[in-house]
């Protein structure tokens, strides 16, 4: 892994914008090494020991003992990758506690998959151009459209390209500060197979952590799916 990871730390990810043809696509191309390193994050079963139902079920009460000492094992080698990984479980944890049962019976296996090609990345978008530390100051909004169902529209910095998305974002009618966030579920791809957010406008030029791909992105009218109460999303 030692070896993968200077690899994937000299070769940075790259955003390619539009193919050939002039068609906007928002690719962002990892190095080899950088796919090797998360395959071996999923053969070291830190997701499927506590998200699979079995291996849930036999060792409850260890399982996140067991995850988290693989995790440690796996950063002493690749500190970059183990931050979506932290992440990806993060987002685990709220699809299992807080999602709708048909949201959760289709992601969780994603996570807790042992197949390198079916695995599902999950990220947090919160942060904004002038909103680090002060998240209520958020100012990416909210509004109603089906349902649980919202459309989302402003900037995000610092997002890592994953598949499972928990966007934090301001509906109309509630109060500023972090009392005035909710949460939304937002997947990468939209049940027909089109790209639920398209404007990846460029990859951060980073002094660490260069491997991983962390984004500015423009949201525009991307679906998400509200999580929880409204404004009760910070909590
Ligand atoms: C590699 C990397 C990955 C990241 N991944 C994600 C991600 O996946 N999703 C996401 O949403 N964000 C992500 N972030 C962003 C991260 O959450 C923010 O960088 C963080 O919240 C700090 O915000 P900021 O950089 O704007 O710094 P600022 O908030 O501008 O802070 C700058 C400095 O001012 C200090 N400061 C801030 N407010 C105060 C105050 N009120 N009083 C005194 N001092 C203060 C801070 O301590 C700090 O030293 C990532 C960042 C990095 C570097």
Same mark, same amino acid.
């Given at each position: 892994? #030692?070896?993968?990871?200077?690899? %994937?730390?000299? =070769? %940075?990810? /790259?955003?390619?914008?539009? =193919?050939? !043809? $002039?068609?906007?696509?928002?690719?962002?191309?990892?190095?080899? &090494? +950088?796919?090797?390193?998360?395959?071996?994050?999923? #053969?070291?079963?830190?997701?499927?020991?506590?998200?699979?139902?079995? !291996? @849930?079920?036999?060792? %409850?009460?260890?399982?996140?003992?067991?995850?988290?000492?693989?995790?440690?094992? +796996?950063?002493?080698?690749?500190?970059?990758?183990?931050?979506?990984?932290?992440?990806?479980?993060?987002?685990?944890?709220?699809? #299992? $506690?807080?999602?709708? *049962?048909?949201?959760?019976?289709?992601?969780?296996?994603?996570? %807790?998959?042992? =197949?390198? #090609? *079916?695995?599902?990345?999950?990220?947090?978008?919160?942060?904004?151009?002038?909103?680090?530390?002060?998240?209520?100051?958020?100012?990416?909004?909210?509004?109603?459209? /089906?349902? /649980?169902?919202? @459309?989302? =529209?402003?900037?995000?910095?610092?997002?890592?390209? &994953?598949?499972?998305?928990?966007?934090?974002?301001?509906?109309?009618?509630?109060?500023?500060?972090?009392?005035?966030?909710?949460?939304?579920?937002?997947?990468?791809?939209?049940?027909?197979?089109?790209?639920?957010?398209?404007?990846?406008?460029?990859?951060?030029? /980073?002094?660490?952590?260069?491997?991983?791909?962390?984004?500015?992105?423009?949201?525009?009218?991307?679906?998400?799916? @509200?999580?929880?109460?409204?404004?009760?999303?910070?909590?």
């Amino acid at each position: 892994m #030692d070896l993968l990871s200077m690899q %994937a730390d000299k =070769n %940075a990810p /790259k955003l390619i914008k539009r =193919n050939f !043809l $002039g068609e906007e696509i928002n690719l962002i191309e990892f190095h080899p &090494a +950088y796919e090797k390193l998360l395959n071996h994050a999923v #053969d070291s079963k830190m997701f499927a020991i506590k998200w699979e139902d079995d !291996l @849930r079920a036999r060792f %409850a009460g260890e399982i996140h003992k067991l995850g988290f000492a693989s995790g440690f094992l +796996y950063a002493q080698a690749e500190m970059v990758i183990y931050c979506p990984l932290c992440m990806t479980d993060g987002a685990a944890r709220l699809i #299992d $506690g807080y999602c709708e *049962e048909e949201d959760r019976g289709r992601l969780i296996p994603r996570i %807790a998959t042992l =197949n390198p #090609d *079916e695995l599902f990345t999950g990220a947090m978008f919160l942060t904004e151009k002038s909103v680090g530390s002060d998240v209520g100051a958020n100012l990416v909004t909210a509004s109603h459209e /089906k349902d /649980k169902n919202y @459309r989302l =529209n402003g900037e995000k910095r610092f997002c890592s390209n &994953a598949n499972i998305i928990f966007v934090l974002a301001r509906t109309a009618e509630v109060p500023q500060g972090t009392k005035g966030l909710s949460l939304f579920l937002v997947e990468k791809s939209l049940p027909d197979g089109s790209s639920n957010y398209k404007n990846i406008v460029r990859l951060k030029d /980073k002094l660490g952590v260069r491997s991983m791909a962390s984004a500015e992105i423009i949201l525009t009218d991307t679906i998400g799916k @509200r999580v929880g109460e409204k404004g009760e999303g910070f909590k």
